[in-house]
Each structure stands twice: as structure tokens, then as C-alpha cells.
């Protein structure tokens, strides 16, 4: 079926060390790809996206890595800090469609 | 405005009532969705508008669920006769076109005794 899924429902860190997040998808026709951070008791808010013709982009602190071979997709952030705690989901749109599809997501914590 | 706004923050309501969902999209913005997230969920989708035109609704629950949007602007989610599983936080996104980075709102939680 068409899903996007996480691997690991949690993940633990440590203050300064490097996090990273995965997510796999199963429909071979998405083409584009967003990771979005969600706080506790706010909405999710957008980290970084892309697109299924790049393997990889960087934004401040955070990379996002696309494998199309295998349909996974990770978040790397590095130098975590305690403001990076949440829970982080990944999402998928194909193309013109308008429906993001989530995972149900990764709790980041980030021990001091 | 600065980003999506929604209303009421929390809800609190007797099965059976009607409950009315409001949110404000960026100034701007033509596309608005509406999705669910059930406690430790991911987002289910629910319905998008274009213009104040909704060309898929095949994602709201049931027949109790409605929803409109005026002036290309403020949109509202409607649920009647609720129940206990729409229990949920329901979050409001817009974005400048279709399939364009989608921004969403802080959300409504909804919880139906």
C-alpha cells in the first residue's frame, strides 16, 4: 500500500552529538519529500523538503538524504540541542498532488 | 497575517453536539487543509480547498463532517452529532499554491466526552 513509516519511534540523545532520523516510503512514484518538526501542543512546522531528482540538501544544521533505490529518506541534525526535542515527522506529496501523507513520526529527546 | 491561525485553542464538548472549527490562513495564500491527528498519530488528511472550492472530499470521516471557506480566506470545519473517536487535534495548513510548502497552525483539540 501507499504508506510513509518511520524505523525508529524514539531516539535519545545527547546535547552537541549528531541525531538522525529515518523514514522509509513505499510508493516508487513520490517525488517529493518534506521533514517537518512538531513541539508538544503546537502545529508541525516545516524543517526542510526534497525533491526526488536530488540525493541530497542542506539547510542550517539539518540534511536531508534521499535513497530512491531503497525509498528512504533520513534527517541528520547535527550539534543537537535541547531546543531540537520534539517529534519529527517525514511526509510525502507526489508531484501536483495536494495530500501530504505522515509517518506517525520520531520523538527526539536531547539530554543536556 | 504572520502564519496560520486557528480557533478555538481547545474544545471541550458533549457527544452529540455540533462543534464549528475556524481557521486563518496566511494572507494570501489560495490553498487550505484540513487534517486529524489522533494522540501519538501522524496527520490523516482530511480536505484541501482551492480558491473556496473543495475538489476532494474524500478524506472527511463521515457524512457528519462538512466544511467550507469564504473569501478565498477563512475557512471552517464543521462536525455534527459528535462522537467520542473525533476526539483528535485538528490542524489547519495553507500554502501559496497547490503543492507548494504547506504551513500549519497550532490546532484545535477536540475532546468529546
Known amino acids: 500500500g501507499e504508506s510513509v513509516g518511520l524505523h525508529l519511534p524514539t531516539l535519545s540523545v545527547q546535547e552537541g552529538d549528531n541525531s538522525i532520523i529515518n523514514c522509509a516510503y513505499s510508493n516508487s512514484a513520490s517525488d517529493y519529500f518534506i521533514w517537518y518538526k512538531q513541539e508538544s501542543g503546537k502545529g508541525p512546522q516545516f524543517i526542510i523538503d526534497i525533491r526526488s531528482n536530488m540525493d541530497k540538501r542542506q539547510g542550517q544544521r539539518v540534511t536531508v538524504l534521499l535513497n530512491k533505490t531503497v525509498k528512504h529518506l533520513s534527517l541528520q541534525i547535527a550539534a543537537t540541542q535541547p531546543g531540537d526535542s520534539a517529534v519529527y515527522f517525514c511526509?510525502?506529496?507526489?508531484?501536483?498532488?495536494?495530500?501530504?501523507?505522515f509517518g506517525k513520526g520520531t520523538l527526539l529527546t536531547v539530554n543536556p | 497575517g504572520a502564519g496560520v491561525s486557528q480557533s478555538p485553542s481547545n474544545k471541550v464538548t458533549e457527544k452529540g453536539k455540533d462543534v464549528e472549527l475556524r481557521c486563518d490562513p496566511i494572507?494570501?495564500?489560495?490553498?487550505l487543509y484540513w487534517y486529524r491527528q489522533r494522540l501519538g498519530q501522524g496527520l490523516e488528511f482530511l480536505i484541501y480547498?482551492?480558491?473556496?472550492?473543495?475538489?476532494?472530499k474524500s478524506g472527511l470521516p463521515s457524512d457528519r463532517f462538512s466544511a467550507e471557506r469564504t473569501g478565498e480566506s477563512v475557512s471552517t470545519l464543521t462536525i455534527q452529532r459528535t462522537q467520542q473517536e473525533d476526539s483528535a487535534v485538528y490542524l489547519c495548513?495553507?500554502?501559496?499554491?497547490?503543492?507548494?510548502?504547506?504551513?500549519f497552525g497550532p490546532g484545535t483539540r477536540l475532546t468529546v466526552l
Open positions: 480547498f482551492q480558491g473556496n472550492s473543495a475538489p476532494d
Open positions: 495548513a495553507s500554502s501559496f499554491l497547490i503543492a507548494d510548502t504547506q504551513y
Open positions: 494572507s494570501g495564500h489560495t490553498a
Open positions: 511526509a510525502e506529496n507526489r508531484g501536483s498532488n495536494y495530500k501530504l501523507t
